[in-house]
C-alpha cells in the first residue's frame, strides 16, 4: 500500500501543507468567539499552553503512527496494534471528520456568501445593526446558505478528485501569505480605532475570575480543532510524509502558524467590538459582523473585504481537504473503492449532514437536542469531546504501546533530527498530555457538570 501514495515534498511540504490544513475558519470565525464567551485573556492563556504542550506531541504522535502505517486512520491502527480495540480511535476520527466538515461547510458557505456580498457593496453605510440584520437575514434562508454550503463542499471534492492537492499546495502558498499580510493591515486598522483599548485589555487582560472549567475545556477542544488534531487528519497526512524527514520541529512550526493566526484574528475582532460599543462578545456570527464594519473604517476597504472573505474561503478549502482526505482515505484502503467512489460516497454523506447543520440558523432552529440546535451539537461535541477524547487515546496509544524506540525514530528520522527535543517530546507524550487531558476531561466531567 504503501508504495502507491503520493508524498509530500519535504519538509517545507509537509509544514505548507498541515500548516493549510490547521489554519481556517477555526482561527479567524471560531478562535474569536471562543475566546470571547470564555472569558478572553484568561482563555488566551490556557488555550497557548494546550497548544504546546499537548497540541503539539499529540500532532507528532499522529505523523509518527501514520508515516509508520503508511495508511488512513482507521488502518493505521488495525496495522500497528491488530490486537486490541485501537481501531476505534481511528474510528471514531473518521467519523468526526464527517461530522466537522458537515458544520463546517455551512461556515465556509457563508464566506462565499459573503465574497458575493462585498462585490455588491452591501455592508457600505450600515451599522452594526444593521450589519447583524444582515447576518442573521442571510443566515436563516432556507435555499442560498444551503446551495452555498453545497458549492463548498462540491469544490473541496473537485480538488480530491482530480488530485490537484498538489496545484492547491502551490495556490495556497501563494495565496495565504497574502491573506496573512491582508490580516496584518486590518489588524492595524484595528487597534488604532477609537476604543480599541478595551477590546485588546479584554484579550490581553486575563480575568481568571471569568474562566470557568467549562472554559478550560472549550480551551482544550479549540486547541484540538484549530490544529487539526484528535482525528485522524495528521494520521493521514502522516502518510502522506516521506521517511527522511525528521518530524519533530515540523509540528512547532505548524502550531506556531496556526496561533499566530488565531491571535491576529481575535485581534482584528475584538478591538472592533470595543469601538461599535457592542456589549456581547458571542456567537457564530462575530466575524461576520465586526470584519463588514471594520472595512469601512478602512481606506480601500471595498477591495479589501472582497480579498479578504475571498482568501477565507481559500484557507476553508485547504482544511475541508484534509477532512475529506480522511474518509477517502480509509475508503480506498480498506474497501478498496475507487477514489472518485470514495469521494462522491463521501460528500454526499456530508452534504446530506451538511443540510441539517445549515437550517439549524433557520428552518431549525428551534429543533434541539440536549438544549443544542444540530450545527451546535455537531460543533460542540466534535470539538469538545471526540476530538479531546482521540488526541487523549492516540497519546496513551503512542506513549504507552506504540514503543518510545519507534517514535524517537519517527520524529528524528533515525537520528538525523535533534534527538534531545525527540526524548523532550516524547516525555510530554508519555506524562504531560495524557495526564493534562484526563485531568480537564474528569474536571469538567465533576465540576463543570458538562457531559
Ligand atoms: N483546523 C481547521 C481550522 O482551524 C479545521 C479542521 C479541524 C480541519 C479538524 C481538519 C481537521 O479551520
Not at 455592508?123 to 450600515?126: P, S
Given at each position: 500500500m504503501k508504495e502507491n501514495r503520493g508524498s509530500f515534498s519535504g519538509k517545507l511540504g509537509v509544514v505548507a501543507v498541515a500548516a493549510g490544513s490547521a489554519v481556517g475558519l477555526g482561527n479567524i470565525w471560531r478562535f474569536p468567539y471562543i475566546a470571547g464567551e470564555n472569558g478572553g485573556g484568561a482563555f488566551l492563556i490556557v488555550y497557548l499552553i494546550f497548544v504546546f504542550l499537548i497540541g503539539v506531541p499529540v500532532m507528532l504522535s499522529e505523523f509518527a503512527i501514520g508515516r509508520r502505517a503508511g495508511c488512513n486512520a482507521y488502518g493505521t491502527f488495525k496495522r500497528l496494534s491488530p490486537k486490541g480495540g485501537w481501531w476505534l480511535v481511528g474510528l471514531m476520527g473518521i467519523i468526526a471528520a464527517i461530522m466537522i466538515f458537515s458544520f463546517y461547510g455551512t461556515v465556509a458557505g457563508w464566506t462565499l456568501e459573503y465574497v458575493k456580498k462585498s462585490i455588491c457593496n452591501d455592508?457600505?453605510?450600515?451599522d452594526d445593526a444593521a450589519l447583524a440584520q444582515i447576518f442573521g437575514d442571510f443566515t436563516s434562508q432556507p435555499v442560498m446558505p444551503t446551495v452555498w454550503m453545497i458549492i463548498f463542499v462540491a469544490l473541496t471534492s473537485l480538488v480530491i478528485l482530480f488530485g490537484v492537492e498538489k496545484g492547491i499546495e502551490k495556490v495556497s502558498k501563494l495565496l495565504m501569505p497574502i491573506l496573512l499580510v491582508l490580516i496584518i493591515a486590518i489588524c492595524v486598522r484595528a487597534v488604532t480605532l477609537p476604543n480599541a483599548s478595551k477590546g485588546l485589555e479584554f484579550l490581553?487582560?486575563?480575568?481568571?475570575?471569568?474562566?470557568t472549567f467549562k472554559g478550560v475545556l472549550m480551551a482544550l477542544g479549540q486547541a484540538a480543532f484549530s490544529l487539526s488534531i484528535g482525528m485522524g487528519t495528521m494520521i493521514t497526512y502522516g502518510s502522506y510524509i516521506k521517511k527522511d524527514t525528521p518530524l519533530a520541529s515540523t509540528a512547532i512550526e505548524i502550531a506556531t502558524c496556526d496561533t499566530v493566526v488565531a491571535l491576529l484574528g481575535a485581534i482584528m475582532v475584538f478591538p472592533t467590538l470595543a469601538f461599535l460599543g457592542a456589549e456581547s462578545a458571542g456567537g457564530p456570527g462575530l466575524v461576520f459582523i465586526t470584519l463588514p464594519a471594520i472595512f469601512q473604517a478602512m481606506p480601500g476597504g471595498y477591495i479589501f473585504a472582497i480579498l479578504f472573505f475571498l482568501l477565507l474561503s481559500v484557507a476553508a478549502l485547504t482544511s475541508t481537504i484534509s477532512l475529506l482526505e480522511v474518509p477517502v482515505a480509509f475508503l480506498v484502503d480498506e474497501f478498496k473503492m475507487s477514489r472518485k467512489k470514495a469521494t462522491l460516497l463521501s460528500s454526499s454523506v456530508i452534504i446530506f449532514l451538511g443540510v441539517f447543520c445549515t437550517l439549524s440558523f433557520g428552518l431549525l432552529s428551534d429543533f434541539t437536542i440536549f438544549g443544542k440546535t444540530i450545527f451546535d451539537l455537531f460543533d460542540y461535541t466534535t470539538a469538545n469531546i471526540m476530538l479531546t477524547f482521540g488526541a487523549l487515546l492516540i497519546v496513551i496509544y503512542v506513549g504507552w504501546f506504540f514503543g518510545r524506540k519507534k517514535f524517537i525514530e519517527e520524529l528524528t528520522a533515525g537520528g538525523k533530527g535533534n534527538v534531545k527535543l525527540a526524548k523532550f517530546i516524547s516525555i510530554l507524550v508519555k506524562f504531560v498530555a495524557p495526564v493534562g487531558i484526563g485531568l480537564v476531561a474528569i474536571g469538567s466531567l465533576v465540576i463543570g457538570g458538562i457531559v
Open positions: 455592508f457600505v453605510g450600515q490581553f487582560k486575563p480575568d481568571w475570575s471569568s474562566l
